[in-house]
């Protein structure tokens, strides 16, 4: 059994308020070639400069219909985020690395990669009290083997995950979550700060359609054309059809916090069949119950929109 730095109360809620002094630094970690949202969160990311500074993107592993193997969807993901970012002429050299070529073999020992190690490395090297944030809006391998290969990350870290459910859901079978269960029990059980952000019941609010898109980002650049292009390609029929972008509601909770309402709550217990249980013994964690979708795709469009202008100046 794994032995955590203990925080203290006082130390875990303090790291859960999101400081105001603006902007923070983040890395984002993303199974960005699963779906077609993973690209607009990084999108935002990188477009958000007064809110957040992005200091690296890791690939997250995924298995689904749209990869053979966990490692073949990292590697896929990977792939997806060197083509996006060179739309906007972003070198990946230093900024993305690859991830976890597999799930954790159980929850003691961490899969090896070089995101791993340079969350390590980078989150280790700051100063006391100033964290690094981690946005994972994928699986949550990548940060689970940091934790193992450092359990000090506890102390330098606060995790923003959008994974599972909203806590009254009769389950938590959710993609991100469900995936490489050790990992999601480390990040729930070591005490490490985090917001969390569930899908079903507060993200899944974060619907759009091909009409919405075209008519707000549609022929504004070359980067809203590319994101339109790949939204379309998502379904082949448009008629009524509205697709989440689920991962820009964890990129804004701590971009533009004062956009949801979040609950303090004891971090709840994951089971092998991804269902929840709760101990009010156990320590703090940050919860979004709410959020407003209207404010945060006003802001997203916005700055697809400049998107330009704004990296004119990174």
Same mark, same amino acid.
């Given at each position: 059994?794994?032995?955590?730095?203990?925080?203290?109360?006082?130390?875990?809620?303090?790291?859960?308020?999101?400081?105001?002094?603006?902007?923070?630094?983040?890395?984002?970690?993303?199974?960005?070639?699963?779906?077609?949202?993973?690209?607009?969160?990084?999108?935002?990311?990188?477009?958000? @400069?007064?809110? &957040?500074?992005?200091?690296?993107?890791?690939?997250?592993?995924?298995?689904?219909?749209?990869?053979?193997?966990?490692?073949?969807?990292?590697?896929?993901?990977?792939?997806?985020?060197?083509?996006?970012?060179?739309?906007?002429?972003?070198?990946?050299?230093?900024?993305?690395?690859?991830?976890? /070529?597999?799930?954790? @073999?159980?929850?003691?020992?961490?899969?090896?990669?070089?995101?791993?190690?340079?969350?390590?490395?980078?989150?280790?090297? /700051?100063?006391?009290?100033?964290?690094?944030?981690?946005?994972?809006?994928?699986?949550?391998?990548?940060?689970?083997?940091?934790?193992?290969?450092?359990?000090?990350?506890?102390?330098?870290?606060?995790?923003?995950?959008?994974?599972?459910?909203?806590?009254?859901?009769?389950?938590?079978?959710?993609?991100?979550?469900?995936?490489?269960?050790?990992?999601?029990?480390?990040?729930?059980?070591?005490?490490?700060?985090? $917001?969390? &952000?569930?899908?079903?019941?507060?993200?899944?609010?974060?619907?759009?359609?091909?009409?919405? $898109?075209?008519?707000?980002?549609?022929?504004?650049?070359?980067?809203?054309?590319?994101?339109?292009?790949?939204?379309?390609?998502?379904?082949?029929?448009?008629?009524?059809?509205?697709?989440?972008?689920?991962?820009?509601?964890?990129?804004?909770?701590?971009?533009?916090?004062?956009?949801?309402?979040?609950?303090?709550?004891?971090?709840?217990?994951?089971?092998?069949?991804?269902?929840?249980?709760?101990?009010?013994?156990?320590?703090?964690?940050?919860?979004?119950?709410?959020?407003?979708?209207?404010?945060?795709? /006003?802001?997203?469009?916005? /700055?697809?929109?400049?998107?330009?202008?704004?990296?004119?100046?990174?």
């Amino acid at each position: 059994m794994m032995k955590w730095p203990k925080l203290s109360p006082e130390t875990q809620i303090a790291r859960l308020a999101l400081p105001e002094t603006r902007p923070v630094d983040m890395v984002l970690d993303t199974d960005t070639y699963n779906e077609v949202d993973d690209q607009f969160a990084l999108c935002l990311s990188l477009l958000s @400069p007064d809110r &957040v500074t992005l200091r690296a993107v890791y690939a997250a592993p995924f298995f689904n219909n749209r990869s053979s193997g966990p490692e073949d969807g990292m590697v896929r993901s990977y792939e997806e985020i060197v083509r996006l970012l060179a739309k906007v002429n972003v070198k990946p050299d230093g900024f993305v690395f690859e991830g976890s /070529r597999s799930y954790l @073999p159980d929850g003691q020992t961490p899969v090896d990669s070089p995101a791993a190690r340079d969350l390590v490395q980078r989150a280790m090297a /700051r100063p006391e009290g100033d964290p690094l944030y981690v946005v994972a809006i994928g699986c949550i391998t990548n940060v689970a083997s940091a934790l193992l290969m450092e359990p000090r990350l506890v102390e330098k870290i606060v995790v923003v995950w959008l994974a599972g459910h909203e806590f009254g859901w009769p389950d938590t079978r959710e993609f991100n979550m469900s995936q490489d269960i050790p990992a999601s029990q480390i990040i729930l059980d070591s005490g490490v700060p985090l $917001l969390l &952000v569930p899908c079903a019941g507060v993200a899944s609010h974060m619907t759009a359609s091909v009409y919405e $898109l075209n008519a707000c980002i549609g022929g504004k650049n070359a980067l809203c054309d590319a994101l339109c292009e790949l939204f379309a390609a998502y379904a082949s029929d448009h008629y009524g059809w509205a697709k989440e972008i689920w991962d820009a509601a964890a990129v804004a909770a701590l971009a533009h916090p004062e956009w949801t309402e979040t609950e303090l709550t004891h971090s709840p217990v994951l089971s092998a069949d991804s269902r929840y249980s709760f101990d009010n013994r156990r320590h703090f964690i940050r919860v979004v119950r709410r959020l407003n979708r209207t404010l945060i795709f /006003r802001d997203m469009f916005t /700055r697809l929109s400049s998107a330009e202008e704004i990296l004119a100046g990174r």
